[in-house]
């Protein structure tokens, strides 16, 4: 089974996802994981049996996380 998993952070570090995808992994899952980055990291990346699917973010519409209700511009992104 192909299971997609959605962090709003940087990946890596974050031991309860790494955890998490280790156990769907080792389950016998396909793991994808969706994560936003401001630095600069592959946009497609593997951790252990994991694929990794990174997409930058702006400075404006991570901090426009705090208002996402009231400006679109945040779920804007993860939509794409």
């Given at each position: ?36 980055t401001r630095k600069e990291k ?39």
């Amino acid at each position: 089974m192909k299971i997609l998993m959605l962090l709003e952070w940087e990946f890596p570090p974050d031991v309860r996802v790494e955890n998490e995808m280790l156990a769907l992994t080792e389950a016998g899952h396909e793991v994808h994981l969706a994560c936003s980055t401001r630095k600069e990291k592959p946009r497609e990346d593997s951790h252990g049996k994991a694929i990794i699917h990174r997409k930058k973010i702006s400075t404006f519409v991570y901090k426009s996380s705090v208002g996402c209700l009231k400006f679109p511009f945040y779920f804007s992104f993860w939509k794409s």
